[in-house]
């Protein structure tokens, strides 16, 4: 398990096109890839399992417990990522209600020049 904090200073300004925002890109795939939002009530959990294929889960709105088969519980919040390799047990759980991303692809990859790792 990788924790990828959200950090402000890799954003990139996006003036291109008449635009004006900031962006962080988060990941790239060359295979399929599948994208899911998942909605957790508060004291609401997705049990631990093993990733069948790599996979990241990242916080749109509140906060997550997340843990794996070799490391303890770690918080995450609003912005942050977590990636699991395949096979890797996991478990997610929230005190306070949790929407978040998941993007899962056999050959995903986190973009480390614009996170960095948290452990």
């Avoid at 395949?86 to 998941?102: P, Q, R, V, W």
């Avoid at 899962?104 to 960095?116: C, F, G, I, R, W």
């Amino acid at each position: 398990m990788k924790v990828y904090p959200y950090n402000k200073e890799n954003e990139r300004h996006i003036t291109k096109f008449n635009s004006n925002f900031k962006m962080n890109r988060i990941a790239k795939t060359e295979s399929a890839t599948y994208l899911g939002m998942v909605v957790l009530e508060p004291g609401e959990v997705i049990g631990f399992h093993q990733a069948v294929i790599p996979q990241i889960l990242l916080v749109v709105d509140g906060d997550a417990w997340v843990s794996s088969d070799t490391q303890e519980k770690q918080r995450l919040t609003k912005g942050d990522i977590v990636s699991w390799e395949k096979g890797e047990g996991h478990e997610t759980t929230t005190d306070s209600g949790l929407t978040a991303l998941i993007v899962e692809a056999e050959d995903l990859s986190v973009l480390n020049n614009m996170y960095s790792v948290k452990n």
